[in-house]
């Protein structure tokens, strides 16, 4: 009989598990690559660093539904402004947010908030899970760690996962149309205002360019498997620096 020693049992497993490594790596690069080529091209994305976005839509909170109007401007993961509007029960109701590195701030009404560290840091994964899907490229960056997760059903459709660990150690899933290349579903843990942890899965739906990159122009969003917010993108625009003042301390 055969018997390999402690030496080559070890030697044997380092092999597999470099030979698993690349062919996880050679995958996750597929699936990547196709996302990027899918969205508009390397080049195009590689120039989105500021973007604009607005939407309307609704926002359901334990089954009541309002209209929301929503305006964003991101500028890298680490500066961003938003803008919300919304009627509640005839209630016009104005909300906005802005982050300057390390520093943030939130606006409702007339009464304007600091952000503490947690909040910035929960502001700044929210930027990223809404990057991510725009351009996909942050994953390629070594802020990101990314590897293969099992494929996965989407909408009733064959789907690529990754599973990603972002800048902040925490992790999410983004899945891709097999067929398309497009993200589809991106699942992670978030934080609420008032400090409460859902899990969220958004949905990408009805892509649409917009000189030339492509953006899902309806979104929805589940919060623990309740309808959370639907929303229509209705102009989406790359800019080559934010407007001055945007990013400014809100009074």
Request: glycine share 10%; net charge negative; aromatic share 8%.
């Amino acid at each position: 009989m055969l018997r390999l020693s402690g030496t080559a049992f070890l030697a044997a497993g380092l092999v597999l598990g470099a030979s698993q490594a690349r062919g996880d790596e050679a995958q996750v690069k597929q699936v990547l690559d196709k996302a990027i080529k899918a969205l508009g091209g390397e080049e195009k994305l590689s120039k989105a660093h500021t973007i604009f976005v607005k939407g309307k839509g609704k926002l359901i909170l334990e089954g009541n539904e309002s209209d929301i109007s929503t305006e964003a401007t991101a500028e890298g993961y680490d500066h961003y402004c938003s803008k919300f509007e919304g009627d509640f029960g005839g209630n016009h109701v104005e909300g906005r947010s802005v982050l300057n590195d390390k520093k943030g701030w939130r606006k409702f009404g007339e009464n304007v908030m600091d952000m503490d560290d947690d909040a910035v840091k929960n502001e700044k994964r929210t930027i990223y899970l809404m990057l991510v899907p725009t351009t996909i490229l942050p994953l390629k960056s070594k802020e990101f760690k990314v590897e293969s997760a099992p494929d996965e059903t989407v909408d009733g459709k064959a789907a690529a996962a990754l599973k990603v660990v972002g800048p902040d150690g925490k992790d999410f899933t983004i899945s891709f149309d097999k067929e398309s290349g497009l993200p589809v579903r991106v699942v992670a843990k978030v934080v609420g205002f008032q400090g409460e942890e859902f899990v969220q899965e958004s949905l990408y739906k009805d892509y649409k360019d917009f000189g030339g990159i492509k953006k899902a122009t309806k979104i929805s969003v589940k919060r623990d498997g309740e309808e959370f917010v639907r929303q229509e993108i209705v102009d989406f625009k790359v800019m080559d620096k934010a407007p001055a003042g945007s990013f400014d301390e809100l009074k």
